[in-house]
């Protein structure tokens, strides 16, 4: 029952958010980019698996 409630909301805000709005794409595409982004620099920050010892 909690869980029905909790998907409802967050399918209500999440239409509030996306429906009529058609600058979403594109802004939901920078946050995809963005992200990929920041993964890549947290990637190349990683040491090498052999210099770990």
């Known amino acids: 029952?909690?869980?029905e409630q909790w998907?409802?909301?967050a399918d209500r805000i999440i239409d509030s958010e996306t429906v009529?709005?058609?600058a979403y794409p594109l802004?939901?595409?920078r946050r995809v980019i963005?992200?990929?982004l920041e993964m890549m620099?947290?990637?190349k920050a990683l040491p090498l698996l052999g210099d770990l010892s």
């Open 27 to 29: 802004m939901l595409l």
């Open 34 to 36: 963005t992200v990929s």
């Open 1 to 3: 029952m909690m869980m």
């Open 20 to 22: 009529g709005d058609p």
């Open 41 to 43: 620099k947290i990637v």
């Open 7 to 9: 998907m409802e909301a």
